[in-house]
């Protein structure tokens, strides 16, 4: 963390703090207007197309906002040293985080308290410094800026008085926008506030003193700038010049080894720092007592889910160190795992087109005062988790899971806050009465008679209010603002503890650290259990660095559905969404590193815990359990830090007088003075107790990096891999803050367009790899490596990379989806067009055609359409809801891209609606972009029926007869029940003379039955039914339930009734696709051609040898067992395996066909049912001798339920033929686990002789008994039957 490379000679990177930094107005150069802001602005208005005068309107020389309140260029007027070559300074970086909002004046009437707050510069390389700051108010002593401030004061005035008189409306209102109290309607008022005499008033100017270090150590840093900051505001000058402690801490101070404490001294006081040990949690010096009371503990954790899910987080407040606290805070709380996306916690105004960014985010804003959440136009708010922080309150994106065992989660963590006195709810009162309180505080800290010499026995501030809850709670406020000082120089008597020794740390600091660790602790506790068991599951594919580095994007290296398959079921949904970020790939890529280099510090401690819960709970491994483990480490964790506080483990050098000239370092009560450079540019030359420690730790770096070398490759090509490996979605990791010229702006765009098309090229490759590897499974190829959760998280990341996509460059966006935005302009103006002209259809699919010419009519392919059937789903309620259904509508029609190309081909829309460097503006790569989108059609999505269950569908169904064999209508009443996955449609009568009907039923999900049957009146009621076609009309899928048998009495079986099983058509846009791509189909229902030759067994078609039949049967039952081996929601249908062209029914039929004597008997086919009903009579008129008792108990019991089976199917009120009864007979034995019982009592019943000729498998004793084995592995499967299959049938 202390810099990337390699240290230059003494200890550096070993400091403490790599800079000093003073910011503030240059006299030389005067009055500028913030350069930036006025460039950001001048940007904005030439992105929106305004005129340039409106961009001179709102430069940094507008008239209407008084002087007083205008940002101002500031500079870095001082920093030491000039430069560390592994942390060069970037002076435009630290003086825009410095001075976010540029120099501010005040006068003697205005509040100019002293503000600290903090940054953070996160490097390309994802390395971090950060910075401390404290902001007060200088007086100005020259000449020219106090005249320079009158005359803008005055051309203000001017300025506001005529448009008073003129009371235009519009420059009221932008000048009640730029006084804080917001009531301009006095003129008097206005000059009370914003006024500058140069005779009468005193000006004064922001300032700031900063620390860079490489470590967040914010207490000490901001002890160590309040200390020097009392030095210059105090009566007496300082004991040492501040050069001293300026050099000291700069040079002389280290930082602590890991798991020791250091004591340094500032001015006046000494500070204490500690840092944790290689073992501990990470140092996080950011109080969460802070982030807990600004957010509320429900909000913090759904905040937190949504950081986890890489979400794009805005932060929201009027005070910078409040941006800072909770960024660092809740990313803090994400070990093992970091931030890999844009963090920025505080957004300079100039950057503010960051918002923009179409990559995952972590940022913070600041509020202007008396400006409404409403009146922030955010591009992009369809995946954007808004924290308003000052009134307490988030907006959260639609649709997100939660974090597992939230309820639990939160009672553990209300519990450790509890026991600290902090309100799980939050304090409200925070954003109210902080400023108050910090003004009576400070006025304290700066008139200290004592300069701030506190004596050591003033009384603890904790101490004293603890008994009153209101002055406590407002001195946590007040604490919270950053300012205040820890004690208050209130004497009392010494107590007992203190007479002894006073504590080095101060009770409240050590409150806050011990807060800090155990609540730190819940959490890393909450991941160590979860992924207790990662480790099985990481792909260790590669043998070396290098060939893992370079085939990095194709490998798969976490082996994600057994990871899911073996988590309980609740933690599913955030799991699976979790499994897909980039921080849990750059996490299992650094445990794949560490085969072969040091691990990465976060990862060895989060492996050490792993192995600790595993030693201390024998967890078997396999075990899935939900129970919830609270922390036990609590304890510990606190008492090692309070450790360290109490029992100093280090002390720096004291400053000391340096070799300054005489006359330098003048001390004047309240200027900050002008610092001697050459003692500050340069350190100590060895005087230093610490060199010796850290030339040895160098040694060993030195001796590592050359190991490193020795085994992978050289560095630069390494980090130019890991660079592109972990670039994945977010090519620009981390905005350069200094250069801010129109073409880094261009380039960053630029990355951006080139991120989203890798993005997508990714996602849909992945898409189609998982669902065709699914796909191919179910065909019995290879293992299936996708869950239908997993497809469920893909295609809601499509969703939310098309919101990405689409709110890239916007102008003009109304609602919360720029995809939804975009759809209903377009949807507006094509229905214009419509009323002026009948507008053009796009190609439907073609008329399905049969034998008989009877088809189904052609489905219109509308993007309109599919918006209105989204629109009329009363169930979806917001507009981003609307965007992913039409989404999820349109893949499942395989018109993804179709639609979206025809929504694009609207370029005068496009232009309107985009800047000219949008995603959807640059051609090639849109083009690109819809390629990859066409791919998607090569494979079957349900995401649209599996998700939206319970709307109403509209269903169109036609019979279709074989009109060359029978009449096509038939006289009798026919009727139809349609079922899918998700229930059915009743019984439904078909009007008379019609083959067509259409209805509407609640969404059935995948059609898997139709029952068709008639009730035999009338002359013509034989009929010959081909096939029936049943088709969603919202989503197109059409089935085919193929029939090829007769209904009516005295033909085929005698059947009425029959139960057909469907198959899904695949639709024309397939086929445009090309064969090769195309999705195999699902398992098939019975053919036409095999339901024929199996029940006319003509002996035209071949028939199926012994092996054949035997091979059948074991897969089919092969079939059912892989079924129930799939997770619940992964298992599609079973009716197919059993009754569908290659089910169980099916096999069975040819086992008892074989061998079958099919002598017609007066001319009449014999069914095996016939075989069957003998065999029942049989049973039911004789006694078995059997070897002995029991096996006679045994097989009696087996008859009588064998017997009572046939007889209800017998007597069932259903007009079910011979074969069709059958069917039923073999679902019923499967589901009550009852075959294996019956195939013997059938091979040795007598009739078998009569029936069946010698060589037939049935009458074959090895062939029974290893069918006889082979249906006993159904055995252990709770079979549950469509409702459709025994509908009637009472056993």
Known sequence: MSGSGAPGPGAAPCRFAHYFVLCGIDAESGLEPDELAVFYKWLEAELHGKSSDTADKTSGENFDQSPLRRTFKSKVLAHYPQNIEWNPFDQDAVNMLCMPKGLSFRTQADNRD????????????????????????????SKQICTAMQTLYQMHYAEQYSSVCASSSCSMDSLASSIDE???????????????????????????????????????????LIQLYKAVTSQQPPPLPLESYIHNILYEVPLPPPGR???FYGVYEPI???????????????????????????????????????????????????????????????????????????LPASLLHFLDAPVPYLMGLQSKEGTDRSKLELPQEANLCFVDIDNHFIELPEEFPQFPNKLEFIQEISEVLLQFGIPPEGNLHCSDSATKLKNLVLSDLVNDKKNGNIPSNALNMYELLKGNETIARLQALAKRTGVTMEKMTITAPLTEKEKDGKLPCEEMELRDYKLNVQLREVFANRFTQMFADYEAFVIQAAPDM????????????????????????????????????????????NKIISQWEEKDPFLRVFDSRIEKIKLYNVRAPALRTSNYQKCSTLKEAAQSIEQRLMKIDHTAIHPHLLDMKIGQGKYEQGFFPKLQSDVLATGPTNNNRWASRSTTTQRRKDRLRQHSEHIGLDNDLREKYMQEARSLGKNLRQPKLSDLSPAVIAQTNWK??????????????????????HEAVELGHGEANITGLEENTLIASLCDLLERIWSHGLQVKQGKSALWSHLLQYQEREEKQEHSAESPVAIGTERRKSDTGITLPTLRVSLIQDMRHVQNMSEIKTDVGRARAWIRLSLEKKLLSQHLKQLLSNQALAKKLYKRYAFLRCEEEREQFLYHLLSLNAVDYFCFTSVFTTIMIPYRSVIIPIKKLSNAITTSNPWICVSGELGDTGVMQIPKNHLEMTFECQNLGKLTTVQIGHDNSGLLAKWLVDCV?????????????????????????????????????????????????????????????????????TGKNTKPNAGQIQEGIGEAVNNIVKHFHKPEKERGSLTILLCGENGLVAALEQV???????????????????????????????????????????????????????????????????????????????????????????????????MYEENALLRDRMTVNSLIRVLQTLQDFNIILEGSLIKGVDV
Not at 213 to 222: E, Y
Not at 572 to 577: A, N, V
Not at 752 to 773: A, D, I, P, Q
Request: one cysteine or more.
């Open 546 to 589: 290098e060939s893992w580095l370079t085939n990095r994007e194709q490998m798969q290296n976490f082996d994600k559905a057994s990871f899911l398959s073996d988590q309980p079921e609740p933690y599913l949904p955030f799991l699976s969404h979790f499994i897909e970020t980039q921080m849990f790939a750059t996490f299992i890529d």
């Open 114 to 141: 002293p503000q600290l707050h903090s940054f953070i510069i996160t490097r390309e390389d994802g390395s971090r410094t950060y910075g401390f700051v404290l902001t007060f108010y200088e007086e100005v002593t």
């Open 1152 to 1250: 008892f066909h074989h061998g079958f004597k099919s002598a017609r008997i007066f001319h009449k086919n014999v069914f095996i049912w016939d075989f069957i009903e003998k065999a029942v009579a049989y049973f039911e008129t004789s006694d078995q001798i059997g070897d002995n008792e029991e096996a006679l108990l045994l097989q009696r019991s087996s008859c009588k339920t064998f017997c009572h089976y046939v007889n209800a199917i017998n007597t069932a009120p259903r007009n079910i033929g011979k074969d069709g009864k059958f069917q039923i007979l073999v679902c019923l034995g499967t589901r009550d686990h009852l075959l294996s019982q019956w195939i013997p009592l059938l091979a040795e019943c007598p009739p078998i002789t009569r």
């Open 1029 to 1097: 076609m049943v088709r969603n009309e919202i989503t197109g899928h059409t089935y085919k339930f193929p029939c090829g048998r007769w209904l009516g009495k005295g033909v085929d079986d005698g059947s009425l009734e029959r139960i057909l099983i469907g198959e899904l058509v695949s639709s024309t846009s397939d086929e445009e696709l090309g064969k090769q791509c195309r999705t195999p189909p699902q398992q098939k229902s019975p053919t036409t051609a095999r339901r024929l030759s199996i029940t006319s067994l």
């Open 752 to 773: 951006f367009v080139e991120g989203l098309l890798k993005e997508c090229r990714v996602k849909t490759k992945r898409m189609l790899v998982e669902k065709m590897g």
């Open 272 to 346: 204490i720092c500690q840092r944790p040990g290689p073992n501990e949690l990470p140092l996080s010096d950011y109080p969460l007592r802070e982030v807990f009371e600004l957010l509320g503990l429900e909000n913090l954790v759904q905040v937190f889910t949504c950081v986890l899910l890489e979400m794009q987080i805005l932060l929201y407040s009027q005070d910078y160190q409040r941006l800072m606290t909770v960024a660092e805070g809740i990313t803090t709380l994400l070990f093992p795992f970091q931030w890999q996306h844009v963090y920025v916690p505080i």
């Open 261 to 263: 404490s250091l004591k």
């Open 182 to 224: 917001g009531d301009a309607t006095s003129l008097a008022k206005l000059q009370r506030y914003n006024s500058y005499d140069i005779s009468r008033d005193t000006l004064y100017v922001s300032k700031c003193i900063c620390l860079i270090t490489p470590l967040p150590f914010m207490q000490a840093c901001k002890k160590f």
